[in-house]
């Protein structure tokens, strides 16, 4: 099928287009200065008052992770190269089982309020430290960078608004609430934001599919490996052996040890809701591929010659699919809608991002500089903490320019570089209790070092400072997720290999930490006061255990189905 429909380039929003917006923006302010008018303690302010429930627990990790680089990037690479990048939303869905089975009940259980303290109580003061540093470090020029940048190109393209000004505006009014109501602000904003996503992606995937009529009018229209999820070890971005045995070490890394995410389990009225809203979440999860992939698809059956085609037959251009749907399926109204559901996107991803880090620089540094800081104090301080956010992630707005058009896989890459430390030291370190503080720095250490030098190594390659020759030329050249499987390798062994010759840790020091240790009583160190998570009832148990069956067999179900 070629291009059939006219082409418009940027629509001019009309009054209920304005109005749905507007609608929008006061909802998510209301509730945000609702919650700031509430919250008394830290506890309240950084993982609301542990009193979420799990429907908006499992909306606030969908919300936490779904930004507006998923509409652009999941579509630019489903209109480039099918439903194969559909993957890492699938295999998230089973790593969120892993955070709610697997980690959940040791978080809970020891009380903490952030992942760098968990390492600390595990390992010792210098892995917390790392962790911290490097989540800050990782939530600036990634996460808000990519944020902002998303957004500038969908705004532009879609009403002609000025980038630079638009994601100006879009750090402040996120931070605002952000910094009036904390985390419950966040999260229950989250659960209206979720709906509006859902809405907005629903509608637009739904008509694009009528103008192709349907989903076999998509599949006679594209090759047939555009709907062939498994593809060769060798392919260039989506190696089978890369996406089920390195994709996961990014998934743990992610889903079950990134503040971002966890703190939202954190906040769960009990074990039982916290299990609950992770699963809750791997349903939702398995939405993106048909909501944001299946949209660049269509946007290329539709708008085959918007797209540029480079010497090897790949698409350079794909950020413009998801874009071009909006600007030319939608009609008045559900443009606002559509637009309202991108704000959304971005305004949540943000909004997490800024209070997770005031969390992490709060408690894993100020509450350590300053142990007698009253709550008061400690709240004052994290609010003060988002608002440097905001004015960081403000700075980063002149560098949108600047950033890789290949946003998803870039992201992507950039966590391979990051994650296999972090996760070899969770996994590792819940298993065997064998495992020393000496091992873990070690471990981390190594790993930063071989991140380091593939990132930097790539933009010297990249720019032309260093030939892509010998071992540099292997090094860059390697895919990220087969990277990403040699350094968890590496660090794992040298996690294991320092640790046995240095002293095993004290089994009192472990208690509730690792699976050995799990029913030794746990000392209460907590550093600030709040409420401890009540338990998971029997009944929460067996309903928590039948949906995550039903949820493995769906995801397993999908994967034979586009294999």
């Keep these: 099928m070629n291009q059939t429909l006219a082409v418009i380039t940027h629509r001019t929003l009309a009054p209920v287009d304005l109005a749905i917006i507007g609608l929008y923006f006061l909802v998510v302010f209301a509730i945000g200065f609702y919650f700031a008018r509430k919250e008394r303690t830290s506890s309240d302010y950084f993982l609301g008052g542990r009193r979420v429930g799990w429907f908006a627990i499992g909306a606030s990790l969908f919300v936490s992770n779904i930004s507006t680089e998923h509409f652009i990037g999941l579509a ?15 295999l998230a869905t089973l790593m969120l089982l892993l955070l709610g089975w697997v980690f959940v009940p040791f978080y809970l259980r020891s009380n903490v309020f952030t992942m760098p303290e968990f390492l600390e109580r595990r390992f010792n003061r210098s892995c917390a430290v790392y962790l911290a540093g490097i989540s800050i470090i990782a939530y600036i020029i990634t996460k808000i960078a990519v944020h902002l940048w998303a957004a500038a190109i969908v705004l532009e393209r879609v009403v002609g608004w000025s980038p630079m000004h638009a994601a100006l505006i ?6 605002v609430y952000t910094v009036a109501g904390g985390l419950s602000a966040v999260i229950y904003t989250e659960v209206v934001q979720t709906l509006v996503l859902l809405t907005g992606a629903v509608a637009l995937t739904c008509i694009g599919l009528h103008q192709v009529h349907g989903f076999a009018g998509l599949r006679a229209a594209l090759p047939a490996e555009y709907f062939h999820m498994i593809k060769a070890a060798s392919h260039p971005a989506y190696p089978w052996t890369g996406i089920f045995f390195g994709a996961p070490i990014l998934g743990i890394w992610y889903w079950c040890t990134d ?28 939405l993106p591929v048909f909501l944001l992939v299946v949209p660049g698809l269509i946007a290329l059956v539709l708008y085959r010659n918007l797209f540029h085609v480079d010497a090897a037959g790949q698409i350079t251009n794909g950020d413009i699919a998801f874009p071009t749907l909006i600007i030319n399926l939608l009609p ?14 971005l305004m949540g991803g943000m909004a997490s991002v800024f209070n997770s880090a005031s969390t992490l620089v709060t408690l894993d ?30 700075l980063w707005v002149p ?39 000496a091992g873990a720095l070690s471990s981390l250490l190594t790993g930063f070092v ?18 892509a020759v010998g071992l540099v030329g292997w090094l860059v050249g390697v895919n990220f997720l087969h990277y990403a499987i040699l350094m968890f390798v590496i660090c794992a062994l040298v996690l294991v290999g320092v640790s046995l010759l240095g002293e095993a840790p004290e089994r009192r020091k472990l208690a509730g930490l690792t699976f050995a240790t799990v029913d030794d009583k746990l000392d209460d160190v907590t550093p600030v006061a709040m409420p401890k998570p009540g338990a998971e009832t029997a009944r929460e148990h067996h309903l928590n255990l039948a949906f995550s069956f039903l949820l493995v067999a769906t995801v397993v179900g999908l994967w034979i189905h586009f294999r």
């Design 76 to 90: 630019g690479s489903g209109a480039s190269s099918g439903l194969a990048v559909g993957h890492f939303e699938w």
């Design 170 to 175: 879009l750090v402040v009014m996120t931070g």
């Design 259 to 286: 503040q971002v995410i966890v703190q939202r389990v954190l906040s769960a009225k009990d074990e039982g809701h916290a299990k609950a809203g992770t699963i809750f979440a791997g349903f939702l999860k398995l």
């Design 332 to 345: 008045t109204g559900l443009v606002g809608l559509m637009i309202a559901a991108l704000l959304a996107a």
């Design 365 to 394: 540094f100020y509450k350590k500089l300053r142990p007698q800081a009253s709550e008061r104090q400690l709240v004052n301080f994290g609010r003060v903490a988002t608002g440097i956010m905001v004015v960081l992630g403000m």
């Design 399 to 437: 560098l949108i320019p600047y950033m890789s058009s290949q946003l998803f896989i870039y992201l992507q890459s950039v966590q391979a570089y990051i994650s296999p430390p972090i996760a070899a030291c969770f996994i590792l370190g819940v298993l065997w209790p064998r495992l020393n503080g």
């Design 450 to 467: 071989l991140g380091a030098a593939r990132f930097i190594l790539e933009i010297l390659v990249k720019t032309g400072r260093v030939p």
